[in-house]
């Protein structure tokens, strides 16, 4: 298990923006930061990540600390097996794509490079620069180069925002394969319910700096009762419907549709209980 209790306070002006939790997070698994925009997740992984100091506090991953103001200790980052995409991608200007790639990492895991080019579909885009590229390319190349590096940690933010929708849910799927097959411990920030509800094993719910819930993703479904997802209906029978959410398959009860008429086959909106 990774475990935190961190506080830290953030000042620009008069404002100000504390961000005070204490969460766990599953190793080995795909764990979500989710919230509002400004909830302090970016703020969060950071702490985590070590790139920003905290006030006070401790990360513990089984037991062994990263970091404890209490004791001064404080594992150096690179020891830490982490590799990052944040928002801003951090590529090199000067370096092609597959420069970028291939600068990851020493004695870089050919197979496993060949495999990243070609689910991202970076093929085409290897001998250009990122300054050349799209949001969403860049972003593509970020989450590559993190990959290639065989971390134990892949701390993410938004990893997909900028992918067209089509793309997104195959990259969702391949994060999910990926994940099982090389064990790594995701963190991941996101504030799409539907994203969180298909990828992940864990999620920690922040709201105004503060962790308002933590467990399974269906804590979300639960007590969530604004928000509606999107479904394929795929059988109706009675007042029971089978509808399928991402690639889940759920039989939910008619008065949840919000359309009032549709048949097999049609896209609905369901409210979520
Ligand atoms: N270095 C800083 N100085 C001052 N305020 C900061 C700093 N970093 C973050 N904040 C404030 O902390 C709050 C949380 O920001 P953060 O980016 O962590 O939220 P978020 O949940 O990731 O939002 P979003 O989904 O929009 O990216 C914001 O109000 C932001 O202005």
Redesign the pocket.
Same mark, same amino acid.
């Given at each position: 298990m990774m475990y935190c209790r961190l506080k830290k306070t953030?000042?620009?002006g008069k404002?100000?923006?504390s961000?005070d939790v204490e969460a766990s997070f599953k190793l080995n698994a795909i764990n979500v930061?989710y !919230?509002?925009? !400004?909830? !302090?997740?970016?703020?969060?992984?950071?702490l985590l990540s070590g790139l *920003?100091t905290v006030d006070f506090g401790k990360i513990s991953v089984n037991n062994k600390n990263w970091l404890n103001t209490e004791t001064k200790s404080f594992l150096p980052i690179h020891e830490r097996e982490i590799a990052y995409v944040f928002?801003d991608y951090g590529l090199f200007p000067n370096m092609t794509v597959l420069e970028n790639l291939e600068f990851a990492k020493k004695n870089i895991n050919q197979t496993l490079l060949k495999e990243i080019v070609d689910v991202l579909e970076l093929e085409v885009l290897l001998a250009i620069k990122p300054n050349h590229l799209s949001g969403g390319q860049q972003q593509r190349v970020a989450l590559a180069r993190a990959i290639v590096q065989e971390p134990k940690f892949l701390f993410l *933010?938004?990893p997909l925002t900028a992918i067209d929708e089509n793309l997104r849910g195959k990259l969702q799927s391949y994060l999910i394969a990926l994940q099982q097959k090389y064990g790594f411990t995701i963190v991941m920030?996101s504030?799409n319910l539907q994203e969180v509800l298909k990828i992940a094993t864990h999620v920690c719910v922040?709201h105004e !700096?503060k962790i308002e819930k933590e467990g399974n993703p269906n804590i979300l479904l639960k007590e969530n009762t604004s928000n509606t997802l999107k479904g394929t209906v795929i059988a109706i029978k009675n007042n029971n419907i089978s509808v399928v959410i991402e690639t889940q398959q759920i039989v939910i009860q008619k008065d949840r549709v919000v359309q009032q008429e549709f048949v097999v086959g049609d896209l609905i909106d369901v409210e979520i209980q």
């Open positions: 953030y000042r620009s404002r100000s923006f961000i930061l !919230g509002h925009s !400004g909830a !302090g997740k970016t703020s969060l992984l950071r *920003d928002q *933010d938004e920030v504030h922040l !700096g």
